[in-house]
């Protein structure tokens, strides 16, 4: 299925990964995309959505996702909250949930605020497949609530489940990406510090040696070890 509307970032993995993920058969994430990633998020529903206060200080609460489909992932709220408040200050918001098997999603970007032509439509039709806010906002007060939706930012998959662990990064709209955890560069020396120390063995021996990033935890022990400083951020 093309989905023209979503921009899958390979930054986490590499093609020689993928190869290996489908010669062991471990392919649980292989086929995902960054639409997979927002269909988990409405699944689990649930989840944890941050924002910036006036303030500078940041904050959380546990949402409901509404709605996930289109390349877009939409949230409500009422004009009355501090969420709101937030939401309008700052376009800015990031969403993280975990499922029941040990899959996390994390989604950061720019949140929008639907255009008032459009904002009614968009709760009923919030409400139309969220019944249950028919008991919480009965009749006309639902119209309290604004809708907002992420199109655009970055996903992360972390799972904790796969054995080593297993990350994949994702770009949503169009967003540039950004390279987090560990390299190392050409001035190591082959010492092989970085590989026996690694918590998920995922170091690769090698001139220079290299990390598997889509194993890797980002914990920076192989960064603390190297003797020569061979390790830098990404």
Known sequence: LSRPWLHESAYFLSRASRGRMLTQGTTREEYMDAQDCLDMLRDIRDVTFATVGEDGLPQARIIDVMLGERGRLWVCTARGKEFYA????SSHGAITGLSKDWRSVRLSGVVRRADDA???AWIDRIFD???SMCGVYPG???YILEAFCIEEGTIELFDLGHEPIFRQGFSLGGAVPHASGFAIGDDCIGCGLCARGCPQQCVEKGSPYAIEQEHCLHCGRCFERCPVQAIRRR
């Open 140 to 142: 006309d007060s639902r």
């Open 129 to 131: 497949e969220n019944p």
């Open 118 to 120: 459009s904002q009614r």
């Open 86 to 89: 937030q939401l309008m200050h």
